[in-house]
């Protein structure tokens, strides 16, 4: 029992440090280590999943432990929803640029006739 504890406290821990690692790395707008963390905690997130809710879960310690977690992912998804947003407006604005001929080379196709 005891190994088991201790080990869903270390595991819970590198969770704990991988999420507020993403935070400092979601606020640098440096995506590509986000999501190489992301993918990190996403492999830990498997293996506590696997382990099951067990003691170190249901203790203050844990509990607490889970609080800050919690906190921390609701700042990255808030980081998260204003990335996207802020892509779908450039997205906006490369459609609506395309949509009047710059996009896909129209107008330097039509001054090729003074050739």
Not at 39 to 67: A, V, Y
Not at 85 to 97: D, L, P
């Amino acid at each position: 029992m005891g190994k088991d504890l201790n080990n869903a406290k270390a595991l819970w821990n590198r969770y704990l440090v991988l999420t507020g690692e993403m935070k400092k790395f979601i606020n640098q707008d440096d995506v590509d280590m986000f999501l190489n963390l992301l993918e990190q905690r996403n492999i830990l997130h498997n293996q506590l999943q696997e382990m099951g809710i067990g003691e170190f879960e249901r203790s203050p310690e844990g509990k607490s432990l889970g609080s800050k977690i919690k906190i921390i992912n609701a700042d990255i998804q808030y980081k998260a929803q204003i990335w996207l947003n802020q892509a779908k407006g450039q997205e906006r604005k490369v459609n609506a640029y395309s949509s009047l001929g710059y996009g896909d080379n129209r107008f330097g196709a039509n001054l090729n006739f003074y050739k």
